[in-house]
């Protein structure tokens, strides 16, 4: 049996094709002001939490998003949140 032939297709609108291979590579990520960066306090005993867990949470998706060790996501949040003239702390590596 011999295969099927894919089907050839022929770019009539280069303009929009080109846009959309640039839309393809855009990086858009927001950062809420309004979002807990901080822990709240449980009221438990021992140390309490810097970071909420939507902090952490946010920092390693970067870090497999991007395929970064640890200390450069780190760097990469801190940068980012430097763009975005947030005053935030990023937590450590070892968080």
């Not at 894919?6 to 855009?26: D, H, I, M, V």
């Not at 979002?35 to 920092?59: F, H, K, L, N």
């Not at 870090?63 to 990023?90: C, H, I, N, P, Y």
Request: aromatic share 12%; hydrophobic share 35%; with cysteine.
């Amino acid at each position: 049996m011999s295969r099927p032939t894919s089907p050839t297709y022929k770019t009539r609108n280069w303009p929009a094709y080109n846009e959309a291979l640039k839309r393809r590579g855009s990086l858009t990520i927001w950062f809420d002001p309004d979002m807990s960066w901080e822990a709240a306090p449980t009221g438990r005993r021992g140390r309490q939490q810097s970071y909420s867990d939507a902090a952490i949470q946010t920092c390693l998706s970067m870090k497999v998003l991007f395929g970064m060790a640890l200390r450069q996501t780190t760097g990469f949040v801190e940068s980012l949140l430097r763009l975005v003239g947030l005053d935030w702390t990023v937590p450590n590596f070892s968080t």
